[in-house]
């Protein structure tokens, strides 16, 4: 698979696009990179979807030498690829993944024209509530030496049900996204993101959404009951993948990938029909 890069004010951003047909554009969460839709893609393809995955800024084969790294910035991003890919009159439907379903949702907000539907996977639109555990968490995963073995460590067990054969490779392929020069300090600062943002846009949403969490996404907690509130506030559907954590998709994309055409299905009808 070739990786694309596309221009942007501070850098560049890696991509890469499989298939033909109508768009669909996905992001990985914080600290992830694009291969983290790898099971989810090529059911897209093969249903006829053109898809490109895109890395964050200082993730994955993205530049390091952004300044901004929250949700309003991979929103833009998003935006960008979607506009460098698309025909004149064209939508595409985004897929995001922990935080950049908050990028998706303020890029919804922000172009209706561009954005035809929206997928969110373990999604943060808002912020959480943190607990003691989780600062402590997060204040040992942001300091080295031994912080890139704790974030792996984490993002480990954020697949408690079935975790994918291939875990190790993709884990390693975080490992050295972290450890480029400039990779550590790209990941702090997305780090330091609020979700208040994608919250303030919620109401301006106004295309086919589908919420995908899983029972056990220990990232809330009560997993459930955010993913309801979530569809409620966006009026959308909710996919609640049993046993399934925070990377559902790559989980369960036997479970997940249904539901994602279905959504397709019906974001680009209504798109057609509102040309």
């Not at 560049?12 to 990179?33: H, T």
């Not at 025909?87 to 172009?111: C, D, F, H, Y």
Request: charged content about 20%; hydrophobic content about 45%; some cysteine.
């Amino acid at each position: 698979m070739q990786t694309l890069f596309l221009d942007r004010p501070e850098g560049r951003l890696a991509y890469d696009v499989q298939g033909e047909g109508p768009l669909v554009v996905c992001q990985p969460g914080m600290g992830d990179v694009r291969q983290v839709y790898r099971f989810l893609v090529p059911r897209l393809v093969e249903a006829g979807y053109r898809v490109a995955t895109l890395d964050l800024r200082g993730h994955g084969e993205s530049d390091t030498t952004f300044t901004a790294h929250d949700d309003v910035a991979a929103a833009q991003d998003v935006i960008a690829l979607a506009e460098h890919l698309l025909a004149p009159g064209e939508k595409a439907v985004l897929v995001g993944n922990s935080m950049t379903a908050g990028a998706a949702v303020w890029a919804a907000a922000e172009r209706p024209d561009l954005v035809a539907g929206l997928a969110l996977a373990g999604p943060f639109v808002r912020d959480g509530d943190v607990t003691a555990v989780q600062r402590l968490m997060l204040a040992v995963l942001i300091r080295r030496p031994w912080g890139t073995a704790a974030l792996r460590s984490y993002v480990k067990g954020l697949y408690p049900g079935t975790p994918p054969a291939d875990l190790g490779t993709h884990l390693a392929r975080i490992t050295a996204s972290l450890r480029r020069p400039g990779g550590w300090a790209s990941f702090k600062a997305t780090t330091r993101t609020t979700h208040e943002p994608a919250r303030e846009r919620l109401g301006a949403v106004a295309v086919p959404v589908l919420v995908v969490m899983g029972t056990k996404d220990s990232d809330w907690p009560d997993p459930v009951a955010e993913g309801r509130w979530i569809a409620e506030q966006l009026h959308g559907e909710l996919l609640l993948v049993e046993g399934a954590g925070h990377y559902p998709q790559a989980e369960q994309p036997e479970v997940v990938a249904p539901a994602v055409l279905a959504l397709l299905g019906r974001a680009f009808a209504g798109a057609s029909e509102r040309v």
